[in-house]
């Protein structure tokens, strides 16, 4: 039997009073790879937020079954002047399992040595996170996540400003923690890699437009139903004018009876 991680229920997350994204309602199972794609300001990362708890729901839940979570948020969002090592940043995945002020162990040094290892950082415990290249960047965060040995790993656009050979190492890393049984939810733009890497997928255009394989979701009426909903988007209007109730069925990532759910 299929264990759920994650599991949302009309879910709606928002700024001011504004849905970003809304009627969100499906299923993440436990050791499932998903990517999410859609335009820029469709919710991706509202949703990620609000996953990772960092954006209480305005409307409906957001239930989850995990241990620990590993949330690694856009590159834009991270203040990389903030004078820190790498060393420093990977460290703080002993958090979850020390608390702040627990003592870091002989054996919590080797694990943090074999997770830099892992994302080819071994000797740059000392550089500065200021001057590392993106893909570096990157390879700190997933080092930080694989310490930190979550159950669910949310990443929002890991693969932004990385280069070839860097997109291809974390993707052989997202492999091993799914093969391990960990739930990946991961943000990208390119499609063609979404297609070869990740089962499933959630196509949000502030609603999701469709969940499930990702062959049935990234089809070309998928795509044009998700440009006709952002454009349709008045960034102004109230609250939430849609009625889910009236709409049609509901979009389940873990689809039943159906290959794909639409909205
Ligand atoms: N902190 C915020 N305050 C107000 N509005 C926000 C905030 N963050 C995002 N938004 C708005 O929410 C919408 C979705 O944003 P976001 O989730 O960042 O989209 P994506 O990650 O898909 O590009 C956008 O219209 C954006 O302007
Ligand atoms: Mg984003």
Redesign the pocket.
């Known amino acids: 039997m299929t264990e759920i991680c994650l599991s949302f229920e009309n879910l709606t997350l ?3 009073g ?1 849905a ?2 809304h009627h969100l309602t499906g299923t993440v199972e436990r050791g499932s790879l998903t990517a999410v794609v ?12 609000g996953i990772a708890g960092i954006l209480k729901p305005i409307g409906g839940t957001c239930a989850m079954r995990y241990r620990r979570l590993a949330y690694l948020p ?1 590159q834009s969002e991270l203040d990389r002047s903030f004078p820190a090592r790498v060393i420093d940043l990977v460290s703080l995945g002993f958090w979850q399992r020390r608390g702040l002020m627990g003592r870091i162990t002989r054996e919590d040094m080797a694990d943090l040595a074999r997770c830099l290892e892992a994302v080819g950082l071994t000797g740059f415990e000392k550089r500065p996170l200021d001057s590392l290249s993106g893909g570096q960047m990157q390879r700190a965060l997933f080092a930080r996540a694989m310490l930190q040995d979550a159950d669910l790993i949310l990443l ?1 656009e890991p693969f932004n400003a990385v280069d070839a050979r860097t997109i291809d190492d974390l993707l052989a890393l997202i492999g091993c923690w799914v093969a391990e049984g960990r739930t990946v939810l991961c ?1 990208l733009h390119d499609h063609a890699l979404v297609r070869a890497h990740f089962p499933r997928t959630l196509l ?1 255009a ?1 609603r999701p437009v469709a969940w499930g394989p990702t062959r049935d979701v990234l089809t070309a009426e998928n795509l044009s139903r998700a440009r006709g909903f952002q454009e349709a988007w008045d ?1 102004v209007a109230g609250w939430c004018d849609d009625n889910p109730v009236s709409g049609p069925a509901a979009a389940h990532g873990h689809a039943t009876g159906k290959a794909v759910a639409n909205v």
Not at 38 to 49: E, H, I, P, R, V
């Open positions: 928002g700024y001011q504004h970003a994204v859609g335009a820029n300001g469709s919710g991706k990362s509202t949703l990620m937020k856009q929002d943000v949000l502030r960034e």
